[in-house]
């Protein structure tokens, strides 16, 4: 069958219009907010149901396209990008909730359910939705559970993961799985569902998913305390974790800060310069917790570990502390920054950001480098800024060796390659930095036997052979 036929018996399989092939969709559809793979899809389908996706897989298979599905597309590890000619599955208009069971705590959305969407549901029933991160009003459900999202709660409420209740699922054999049916304990083998979350869409399609919501938190005060040092940091996490439940812990450094100021939109915390910043929220859900965080923070300030600080005192500041750490990815992209997202226990945090900060400064002499991240659950944001007049395709490569000895460090303290991001394209040459030639042989034997014509998002997580 010509290419033309193939796509004419695609079209008959959705709604009219549900197919679209012009050059702005391509570009548009084939990218997440990666730079360095120029989208190249062949087409980009639009199924209104799970049967249409069924029917989309099916066609797959029996012509051997690749399949690339695409939520909000704001990945970071180019796990939502069509470069090799695919076709772009988008769960844009399934994006409904469903339904919402308020004895379970449970909504069962459809995987094009925005973030913030499920996030204000959730406010509107009194409950809570705590996966939270910048990117929140764009990215959506199925793409939140294809990587696990983590983000700036994770320390209180896990990960995604942790907030799947149920899920449905078309295989890469066009087989519709029902997961879990919602059930807190079911102890009847497998458990298929987790295999689905993380997996980048390489194993399936997810066609709705029921998450389970909290109780809302009462009062979140954020504090934002300026350190001398980055050792400074950790005695002040634990000194927070002794008296609070803490609802985050974040931290950047001073060239982050001065991004994010230097917008102009968003005022600084406080005067004293300081190298590094840690943001903690908890609940100040009474008098006594407020007073416990002063006292802590006077402590830290009494033992040397924080310089300077500043604390919500309304849900505004509330607002604007945040953008200081929320703004940073999106304000430092101007500079195409080459991104390493990893992970080490919390006890090892210390030592393995000093054994990096010391490569990454004396092999990019003449590079920004910018620290942030969730360091209240070990996950380092390392972001290296491209100089202005220097050439994409040079920068990339000159990063790339570099990361070699990155990862052999990551490796080296048992860390993970990729702690919230996904390995998608950006991070697959270097999965065996954090996974086991034997582990990597059963993940690869998995994908083969719910993708055994390989269609399913093709070159994520494993580079392709
Ligand atoms: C964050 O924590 C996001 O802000 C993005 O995970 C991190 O841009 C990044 O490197
Ligand atoms: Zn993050």
Redesign the pocket.
Known sequence: MTHTAVLDELMTLVDPGKVLTDAASLEAYGKDWTKHFPPAPLAIVFPKSTEQVQAVVRWANAHGVALVPSGGRTG?SAGAVAANGEVVVSFDYLNRILDFNASDRTVACQPGVVTRQLQQFAEEQGLYYPVD??SSGSSQIGGNIGTNAG??KVIRYGMTRNWVAGLKVVTGKGDLLELNKDLIKNATGYDLRQLFIGAEGTLGFVVEATMRLDRAPRNLTAMVLGTPDFDSIMPVLHAFQGKLDLTAFEFFSDKALAKVVGRGDVPAPFDTPCPFYALLEFEASSEEVASDALATFEHCVEQGWVLDGVMSQSETQLQNLWKLR?Y??ET?SHWT?Y?N?ISVTVSKVPAFLRDIDEIVARHYPDFEVVW???IGDGNL?L?ILKPEQMEKDLFFATCAKVNKWVFEIVERYNGSISA??GVGMTKRDYLAYSRSPAEIAYMKAIKQVFDPNGIMNPGKIFAPE
């Open positions: 970071l991160f910048a983000g700036i929320e940073i990815s430092i920054p991104k997202d942030y991240g969730h944001h972001n919230e991001h």
